[in-house]
């Protein structure tokens, strides 16, 4: 099950960090919103146990806003809208 | 299913200083370098400033002829990688082969050697200080340490980590 707040932006880029665990795939998330636009999406794919609680504190910590979150089992899928930080 | 966002104004609150993380490295074995090295990455990733005061055995980390040979301890550690009796784990070659387990562990898991942590630490501009009295203790120069060291004494250091909103000592 999926919940959108903004199903109508489509993200600008897919991350997957499949197999990856902490603090990969935070560490590839920010170089990757480093490249992007504010405002832009980013959807990050995580199957590291952590991800639930790890993703949100690090869209927060950051500033930018978690636009979604679907929790599919083993793989999470994060859409990361990009804010004011770097 | 869970779904958290925030409210469209926090962006816009979020130009301040950066949080600060001060850590302190005291350990110069192999399991011991990850968790600084991890934490550094991740609060970096964060937008967090971030430094490591490295200090006695933690030295080693930042030692240019230790730091791709750090070791794990095969004695007096019943966590680690070589669950043995201690009067095993004294044998030649039991701290090669506890070593050598634990860098398998950790390739298997796709998780970075330390070497490869240091670099991705300084490429996010992690500040890498290497303490003043363990390299006057343990004869190390300023030459024996990787690229981009500060060196700095404990004075230095507390003035960094007064400002940092999280210090841990590891």
New interface residues.
Partial sequence: ???R?QSDVAPAMTLDTS??????P??K??LALEGMERGQVLELLCTDPGS?ADI????????????????RGELQVFWIEK???? | ??????P?S???T??VTP?RLALVASKGTLDQAYPPL??A??A?????EVGIYFTFYGLDILHKDRFEALKVASIANPAGPLQVPNIVGAIPGATALATKTMKRWMED????SIPVFID?ARD?DVTFFACSTTMGVMNVTDADLIEGCDIAGAAAFLDYAATADVQLFI
């Avoid at chain 2, 299913?1 to 925030?6: I, L, S, V």
């Avoid at chain 2, 970096?44 to 967090?48: D, E, F, K």
């Fill in positions: 099950m999926t919940t707040e197999g990856l665990l902490c603090p990969l935070v560490y998330a920010a639930l949100p504190a690090f869209a927060r910590q950051r500033g930018d806003r978690l636009v979604e979150v679907d929790d804010g004011a930080g770097g | 299913m869970t779904t958290e966002t925030q469209a926090s962006t816009e979020q130009e949080r991890i934490l990455a991740t970096a990733s964060l937008g967090w898991s796709e998780m970075p991705i996010l």
